[in-house]
């Protein structure tokens, strides 16, 4: 066994910022490194029993958008009408079915299953008065020096 | 064709479900038998080649014919 840790920090809690944080750790469980996760404001979003995770295609210059046979960004002004975010969240999920991509509740199983450590941010818990029984049992709560002690001995450290 | 103990059947999957799925797949395995994996994500390539290089299990084969890859494991003693 390889003695190589991982630590992430997860911030943010929309569906296509869910898939670095649970691709790096699954893979990184699989390539036998060490892992935490520490989800710290939006991230906790990611812990939640039942995930309700959307695009936010709101001030995103970088969304693609098929005009033809060509990727454009997807003007601003199209992401802010209406239903915009319910739309792209349907159309994303669909893409990824289509690609093979898996989706995140599978990600964070697996990871799970690898024995990643995920641990939520008490002090984000305590600040959107989250109960802890909305979140996904293994999980653990902790702050700062929590991560800290881990990630000061990590090979890999990474803020998403 | 080469021989092997194991199939793993990881066609239409995208990264890092390949990868995932040949970890379990291999877990099955003693060491010193080959899981054969076959998969259409051309990532995989490089994925497996890195695969092997970190987790010490032995890469014999690397194919690719017509859009899909094959791949062979060799799991470390």
């Given at each position: ?105 599978e990600l ?53 | ?17 390949p990868i ?23 990532g995989s ?33």
């Amino acid at each position: 066994m390889s003695e190589k840790k991982m630590a992430i920090i997860a911030t943010k809690g929309t569906l296509d910022w869910a898939y670095p944080p649970f691709i790096l750790a699954s893979t990184a469980a699989a390539l036998d490194y060490e892992v935490q996760i520490f989800f710290t404001f939006y991230g906790l979003q990611l812990l939640r029993k039942k995930l309700q995770l959307k695009i936010s295609s709101l001030g995103n210059p970088g969304m693609p958008m098929k005009m033809g046979p060509v990727t454009v960004p997807m003007p601003v002004v199209l992401q802010a009408l209406p239903g915009m975010q319910a739309m792209m969240t349907t159309m994303m999920k669909q893409k990824m079915k289509a690609k093979g991509v898996a989706s995140v509740e599978e990600l964070r199983d697996l990871c799970m299953e690898a024995d990643v450590k995920l641990i939520g941010c008490q002090m984000t818990v305590d600040l959107f008065e989250f109960s802890p029984d909305e979140f996904i049992d293994g999980v653990e709560f902790g702050g700062a020096s929590t991560f800290l002690a881990f990630a000061g001995d990590a090979d890999i450290c990474l803020y998403i | 064709m080469s021989d092997f103990d194991k199939e793993l059947d990881a066609r239409g999957l995208n990264c890092p479900l390949p990868i995932l799925r040949a970890k379990k797949a291999l877990n099955d395995l003693s060491g010193g038998q080959v899981l054969r994996i076959l998969a259409t994500d051309p990532g995989s390539v490089k994925d497996f080649q890195a695969f092997a290089k970190q987790t010490g299990n032995e890469l014999l084969e690397s194919n690719e014919a017509e859009g899909e890859f094959t791949f062979l494991l060799k799991k470390k003693a």
